[in-house]
């Protein structure tokens, strides 16, 4: 069983909620509200209709969750307001900006650098955006403005990218709903400071309002967060590139506004942009191949047994003097499927790396022996086998991974913090005085 299809899975759900969110603008020129009041009530009604589909337990609440809703917040009120006040596709346009600060947020805060083709693309795109900035306008009133909001938006919907990407651990349903509803907590606090009241809309638009919140916000925001579990940011945010390219059509269809022809050209270098990342080339990339190994594989078995006995010899000597080897011989044993794994990664037809998962009972995973060879280190195999046992586990239904490491393994015990692991009790009587315990409750497996 090949586990790889995870990351073309992620990037259809990215590209399903940029479909999805091209309908901003429809909506948008639909309702007679202003930018904030509009944003406010969109987030609102997101949120509240997604919140009844997560669990009590899965309500989690990260500190980082407080940037990620002020970000959520400044986005949607300032792209909403940019939309009213130029075109739709200036006002989209301008958003995403958010390509170029990406780059820099994901490299400082998640430690994720672009490959080549990424910032080529990115490069291309950026062209389209000056384009538009200096030549795309209609002559209308407070245009200027809005191209102002516009570009304002764009660097906080990188920093919704970024934040999604490194709370990717949590339920994605939930992760939608606490954004929205902090988000409109926040827009609605600062209306209220600045007019005393929150403008409500006509009887009419209240249908137009709910659906704007619950089609074009709520149910994309969750296919979002649940492509970026295994799209790295700077991708992501090219695939969204799809949004602006369909927002101008929507609405020239729905509401007759033609955007200047700078902003036509703007869009097909943002166009170019995607097609240079994904334009297929003659040689493409070697990405590690992650294998689900059954007992039924005993050429698979015998590769896991040669890692594991690679990983004592380098990381635990003493386990060679405990029963370790009868567990290698005994594979897969405790870690058969379907509540146990076995997984491998390959590099062409060479097993560079593995990670088993064995059930504790209780709806509790343990994860065991992640191991990467030390030449395929530095290349994100490890943190792709702990993602891809993650699912296994989600897929097995468990609903708790747990782990013990020691102290010294200062790269690993990152690596687990970076995906969402945090420290817990002892929860087995380990002889190790300064063993390390972490633990994380998995949200569902993404349908």
């Not at 004592?312 to 011989?329: I, K, N, R, S, W």
Request: proline share 7%.
């Amino acid at each position: 069983m090949i586990l790889t299809s995870s990351a073309n899975r992620g990037r259809l759900l990215i590209v399903a909620a940029a479909v999805f969110w091209s309908l901003s603008g429809v909506f948008a020129k639909a309702i007679d509200l202003g930018g904030a009041p509009l944003a406010f009530w969109r987030s609102l009604f997101g949120g509240l209709a997604l919140l009844p589909f997560v669990p009590a337990r899965h309500r989690a609440f990260r500190p980082a969750m407080l940037p990620l809703g002020l970000a959520f917040a400044a986005t949607m009120g300032l792209y909403l307001g940019s939309v009213k006040a130029t075109t739709a596709a200036n006002a989209i346009f301008l958003q995403y900006t958010a390509i170029f600060w990406t780059i820099p947020l994901a490299a400082l805060l998640l430690g994720e650098k672009p490959d080549r083709r990424s910032v080529l693309g990115i490069a291309l795109a950026m062209v389209g955006v000056v384009l538009i900035v200096a030549l795309g306008r209609d002559g209308r009133s407070g245009e200027g403005r809005g191209i102002a909001l516009g570009l304002g938006s764009g660097l906080g919907y990188a920093a919704i990218i970024v934040g999604f990407r490194g709370l990717r651990d949590l339920d994605p349903t939930w992760l939608a709903a606490s954004s929205n509803l902090t988000g409109a907590l926040l827009l609605g606090a600062w209306i209220g400071l600045d007019s005393g009241t929150i403008p409500r809309p006509e009887a009419h638009d209240w249908p137009k309002l709910v659906a704007f919140g619950v089609v074009q916000l709520a149910i994309p925001y969750v296919l979002f967060a649940r492509g970026l579990r295994a799209v790295k940011a700077p991708e992501a945010s090219l695939l969204t590139l799809i949004e602006p390219l369909l927002i101008p059509i929507w609405v020239f269809l729905g509401h007759g506004e033609r955007p200047a022809n700078a902003t036509l050209a703007g869009g097909l270098f943002l166009l170019a942009g995607v097609a240079t990342r994904y334009f297929p080339t003659s040689k493409a990339p070697t990405l590690p191949e992650i294998q689900l190994v059954t007992g039924a594989d005993p050429a698979r078995i015998e590769q896991a047994r040669g890692l594991l006995r690679a990983y004592a010899a380098e990381f635990a000597p003493a386990l060679l003097a405990q029963d370790f080897e009868g567990e290698v011989a005994g594979l897969p044993g405790r870690y058969a499927p379907p509540s146990g794994s076995i997984l491998l990664a390959f590099v062409g037809d060479r097993a560079a790396g593995c990670v088993l998962m064995r059930d504790l009972g209780g709806g509790t995973a343990e994860m065991k022996r992640l191991y990467v060879l030390p030449e395929f280190r530095k290349s994100g195999i490890g943190r792709r086998l702990v993602l891809a046992i993650l699912d296994r586990a989600r897929e097995a239904g468990h609903d708790r991974m747990v782990l013990d490491s020691i102290p010294e393994m200062v790269e690993a015990i990152a690596l687990y913090r970076s995906c969402g692991f945090a420290d817990i009790p002892r929860y087995h009587p380990d002889t190790t005085v300064h063993a390390v315990f972490m633990g994380i409750e998995l949200a569902p497996s993404p349908a």
